[in-house]
């Protein structure tokens, strides 16, 4: 477990709750505790990154998003999380929390494992004044550690709700039949990965035959069930080799299922356009 793993548990704002919110008069770590953890991280929970004013850059597995007024990034729990050094923003809350914390809210939130490969959203105004009144009753119970959790927990219910609302609003309602089965396809991805399953076996998993998956998935993604899987494959490579999870080729197939070493190789190259030693180099 990395430093960074252990960031909510030393540093977490509520007694009973994994969680802490930081604005620019608000949760700053010293700069004495802030130095013993990396700019550039695997995260293991929630992190929400809500700009009410000013700019900001941050790297998610590998790609650079620049963060504008009224709009949020969200990283999730294994992702590669890169901090800006500087350069933060004048006016914005940030908000880290984990599985414990969403484990006791009433439901669960599709936008999550986010399905449609945004890691950005963009907030209207409206939204953005909820968001905010929202942000700043957390950081008023956050601000004594003895705070009751449940009063915790039902205002994050409510700032969830809000982005899941706002992450979906340009596209259709989650509780739509083929997104549903989307995002049962890509939960059912992630916790299989390593196993390698037959699209014949997720789409009889999923009640569906073998073409609507193909569609519903070439819809939502622009990639068939296969390209998407073995493209999670080589992103979660990608992860493990920037974090330095892995020291060698063999090591690195074995772990994501891949008794062939030289397949995996290949595979690599032809999803990233570099082999896995090039790779390697660029993060030395």
Known sequence: MGMKDLLLDEHKQNDKL????????????SPEIADRYELTHRTSYYFMLFMLNG????????????????????????????????????????LG??????????????????PLNQQKIS??????????????????????????SELIL??????????????????????DAKLSKYIGFQVFVENNLTDHPTIKDIAEKLALSTDSLYQIVKHYSG???????????????????????SSTVKELAFELGYNDPD??????????????????QDLS
Do not use: W
């Open 18 to 29: 994994p969680i802490r919110i930081v604005s620019p008069s608000f949760g700053h770590l």
């Open 55 to 94: 700019s900001t850059r941050h790297g998610v597995d590998l790609e650079e998003y620049d963060i504008e007024s009224n709009q949020l990034l969200m990283v999730l729990p294994h992702q590669i999380h890169r901090l800006p050094a500087s350069g933060h923003g004048t006016d914005y809350f940030k």
């Open 97 to 114: 929390f984990d599985e414990h914390c969403l484990s006791r809210l009433p439901k669960q939130y599709p936008f999550l494992i986010n």
């Open 123 to 148: 907030i209207t105004s409206g939204t953005a004044t909820r968001l905010k009144a929202i942000f700043e009753i957390l950081l008023g119970l956050l601000s004594t550690p003895e705070t009751d």
């Open 154 to 175: 039902v205002h994050l219910n409510s700032l969830l709700t809000e982005i899941n609302m706002a992450y979906f609003a340009t596209n259709k309602n989650p509780t």
């Open 223 to 245: 990639l068939s069930p296969k390209e998407f899987i073995i493209n999670r494959l080589i992103l979660e490579a990608r992860r493990r080799m920037c974090y330095g999870e």
């Open 263 to 280: 397949y995996f190789s290949r595979l690599f190259k032809k999803v990233t356009g570099k082999t896995i030693a090039a790779f390697f």
